[in-house]
């Protein structure tokens, strides 16, 4: 199957700083990586998708200097939320997509990022 | 733009029995891809069933099936014989034909079963 691994799973950070979170697909290559956000009992909010050596395209509304994205390799995406402030906890998840065709998307175990 | 509008912010249903959850989209696009996404309290999402436009037979994973109507834009989930491992929210989700193009969600049905 297509599995991708998102650490960290929980995170806290002080508020200022920046936290890395990284998203892999360990058996296959995924040129295209997806970045959400999710609000208790909510919907995901698509942020950005990462295009691995291009620039991320990021959705309305989403900052792309505080959420950086860079998908180096085809199996690594990393989301850096920067400079974090309280209201950037959230739950963040990760998607990729195996090949074209009738694949759905394969999940991250996603992140939850509190800021103090 | 693509929507999805899943109108049942919350279901319940008894154990046993059979329930349906409800979607519903707006498209221009003749191909595309259909999802129902499971979340548990884990928050792991998982793929439930998949439903390819151009087929006309809907879609079945052991006591899931969709009933897809192409025409009205719809397309329900319905989950025979609930088990208490069902309880989750679900997502209805659409997808272009295009490669590399986004999942557009619904704003979830949370489903709860009763024992």
């Known amino acids: 199957g297509a599995v991708v691994s998102q650490h960290p799973s929980r995170v806290i950070c002080k508020s200022g700083t920046s936290v890395k979170i990284e998203c892999r697909s360990l058996d296959f290559q995924a040129t295209t990586m997806f970045w959400y956000r999710q609000f208790p009992k909510q919907s995901l909010m698509l942020m950005a998708t990462s295009n691995e050596g291009s620039k991320a395209t990021y959705e309305q509304g989403v900052e792309k200097d505080k959420f950086l994205i860079n998908h180096a390799s085809l199996t690594l995406s990393t989301l850096t939320v920067t400079s974090a402030h309280p209201e950037d906890s959230s739950f963040y998840i990760c998607?990729?997509?195996?090949?074209?065709?009738?694949?759905?998307?394969?999940f991250g175990s996603g992140t939850r990022l509190t800021v103090v | 733009a693509q929507t999805v509008t899943q109108s049942q912010p919350e279901m319940s249903v008894q154990e046993a029995e059979t329930v349906t959850l409800s979607c519903t989209y707006d498209?221009?696009?003749?191909?595309?891809?259909l999802f129902w996404y499971k979340q548990p309290p884990s928050r792991q999402m998982i793929l439930v069933i998949r439903q390819e436009a151009y087929k006309q037979q809907n879609a079945t994973e052991n006591r899931f099936s969709v009933n897809f109507q192409k025409a009205a834009k719809s397309f329900s989930l319905k989950i025979s014989d609930s088990q208490l491992g069902d309880a989750a929210m679900y997502f209805c989700a659409y997808r272009g034909s295009g490669y590399g193009n986004k999942l557009v969600f619904g704003a979830g049905t949370i489903l709860r079963v009763k024992s």
């Open positions: 998607s990729a997509r195996k090949g074209q065709g009738n694949y759905g998307y394969t």
């Open positions: 498209t221009s696009e003749s191909d595309y891809y």
